[in-house]
Nanobody, 120 residues
Framework: QVQLVESGGGLVQAGGSLRLSCAASGLSFGIYSMGWFRQAPGNERQFVAGIRRGSAYTYYVDSVKGRFTISRDFAKNTVYLQMNSLKLEDTAVYFC?????????????WGQGTQVTVSS
């Protein structure tokens, strides 16, 4: 059974930092591209950051470039999202996802999400 379990969300003041973790089990972690998505109330789920399978190639939505960093630890089967200089508009539920393809166009698995709330 595949599980993606996010953690690390919480309440933080604007300008602060959080690190989200997504622990994967039940899948061959190394062959999956991994991504982070977020969904704010009333909005559609949007892509935030991705890391391509088999490489260290990373990519981001423009609104988080220079502030967020995605990384993965193969020994721990975990993908991270380091979020710095947080803004009010970063408030959302953050989800991690896994794709067996090179891009995140077809998502095979999702986590349950973790809430990030940025306050002024």
């Amino acid at each position: 059974q595949v599980q993606l379990v996010e953690s690390g969300g919480g309440l933080v003041q604007a300008g602060g930092s959080l690190r989200l973790s997504c622990a994967a089990s039940g899948l061959s972690f190394g062959i999956y591209s991994m991504g982070w998505f977020r969904q704010a109330p009333g909005n559609e789920r949007q892509f935030v950051a991705g890391i391509r399978r088999g490489s260290a190639y990373t990519y981001y939505v423009d609104s988080v470039k220079g502030r967020f960093t995605i990384s993965r630890d193969f020994a721990k089967n975990t993908v991270y999202l380091q979020m710095n200089s947080l803004k009010l508009e970063d408030t959302a539920v953050y989800f991690c996802a896994a794709s067996s393809g090179p891009a995140l166009d077809v998502l095979d698995y999702w986590g349950q999400g973790t809430q990030v709330t940025v306050s002024s």
